[in-house]
């Protein structure tokens, strides 16, 4: 499509109300809490919610990552600016503040082997998310996942064939006992075209990646993909949109929701469910770090 600036924005806006209807994310009663990472996506789609009238509020985990880049400190100040300068609520949480650890320094003393950094993060951010989100009367969480990022999960769980997550791959996941409703508004738009959104609006965001980013199988596939999509425009949607109308044939258990239902335990130590009995992976690697960081 060629569009004009103005008629691009636009488009973005309509497009992301499509979405939310047409994946019944949330209405203007609901009460929606963006995760804010300082990048450009989320911020793209914390502006586009906001110019729709939604009721929102961003949530940054500040997650102590300040060597030489100050990836952090850098990325939490670019969500405060934008938050500000449009009158919005941004609550933020500081890991080592609540948890006596930086992300960095979890990974280090944690026995964890394989994406430790990044396995910990996803980890401890789908955590705070959730708790947050819960103790504060929201009715939903949102996360600017776009297009290249639902499609290299998909590409990526699709080659070791993990059904589990394919199951669960969807544009919302629905409240369970003790879970937030979950809704990526993005899903169908290319990275390329929230970027453009971010720059035609004037938005400032972190340009960097996180350091930890570099040499993640995620990136590694992204550069497979982009080859696929420039040799055949429109790859990654069509990848993507089938996935999802083939949902229903692939997984017929999963009835009319088309996301699994599984029947979840609740942890002892923080109440939130999980997958087994006991412990939560969150509290076992809480009580991991805590145990060793006395130690020494
Ligand atoms: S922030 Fe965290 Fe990402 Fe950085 S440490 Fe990895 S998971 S790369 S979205
Ligand atoms: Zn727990």
Redesign the pocket.
């Known amino acids: 499509m060629a569009l004009c600036d103005e008629h691009f924005l636009t488009w973005v806006i309509n497009q992301t109300e499509r979405s939310i209807r047409k994946y019944d994310m949330f209405t203007h009663e609901d009460r929606v809490l963006i995760a804010v990472s300082g990048g450009k996506d989320s911020l793209a789609l914390w502006d586009v919610l906001n110019r729709l009238g939604y009721q929102t509020a961003g949530f940054y985990v500040n997650?102590g990552?300040d060597d030489e880049t100050a990836y952090s400190s850098k990325s939490y100040q670019l969500a405060v600016d934008f938050a500000q300068k449009y009158n919005l609520k941004l609550h933020a949480f500081q890991v080592d503040k609540t948890y006596g650890a930086t992300?960095p320094e979890m990974a280090a003393l944690s026995r964890r082997s394989k994406n430790k950094?990044?396995s910990i993060?996803?980890l401890v951010k789908r955590h705070s998310f959730n708790k947050f989100a819960m103790e504060n009367g929201f009715s939903v969480f949102v996360t600017g996942h776009n297009l290249d990022d639902e499609v290299a999960v998909l590409y990526n769980n699709t080659l070791s064939w993990q059904l589990d997550f394919l199951r669960r791959q969807a544009p919302v996941l629905p409240a369970k006992p003790g879970l937030i409703k979950k809704a990526k508004p993005f899903c169908r738009f290319y990275e390329r075209e929230t970027a453009a959104y971010a720059l035609l609006r004037g938005i400032e965001y972190i340009e960097e990646e996180?350091p930890?980013?570099d040499g993640?199988t995620t990136i590694a596939i992204k550069t497979i993909l982009n080859q696929l999509e420039h040799n055949h425009a429109g790859t990654k949607l069509a990848f993507y949109l089938k996935f999802l109308k083939a949902k229903p044939e692939l997984f017929p258990q999963l009835g009319e929701s088309l996301v699994p239902q599984d029947l979840l335990f609740s942890c002892p130590g923080c109440q939130q469910p999980t997958p087994k009995e006991g412990d939560c992976a969150f509290c076992r690697l809480i009580s991991e770090v805590q145990t060793k960081k006395m130690a020494k």
């Open positions: 997650l990552i992300i950094t990044c993060c996803g996180c930890y980013a993640s």
